[in-house]
């Protein structure tokens, strides 16, 4: 294998690993449905479950416990920041290129929920 392929196939390591990771982040922070949770909004829901688990039937014991888990979940990961600005820097460098390598369309990228304007600044027209 020549030092070019070698090179080559590096480049395109790390092209992937920033695309997933923007792709990934977008997902993560993509907004949901509904209300947003705050932080003290769950533990107001957490000590409401303690209490409640006090009283509660065998089964509602169970859901209570199973409760507490996703909500404890929830708040670890809220506290997970994503630096989407980074990540967005980062993919903003290697978009085209990868674009270019794996024959990715400008209405691929809007389709996976990339902004029209990270495209813009990375050089994707609608045209690519």
Partial sequence: MSDEHKAALAKGRVEGRIVRDYLEGLRATK???GRKRTPETINARLDAIDTELASASALD??????????????????????????????????AKSYSHS???SYASWRDV????????????????
């Fill in 102 to 104: 794996k024959s990715i």
């Fill in 31 to 33: 907004p949901k449905r």
């Fill in 61 to 94: 014991e169970l859901l209570l416990v199973q409760e507490r888990r996703d909500l404890e979940s929830e708040l670890e990961a809220m506290s997970d920041a994503i630096d989407m600005p980074a990540l967005e820097e980062a993919f903003v460098g290697v």
């Fill in 113 to 128: 929920g990339v902004p029209a304007s990270v495209l813009k600044s990375a050089g994707i027209g609608r045209g690519d």
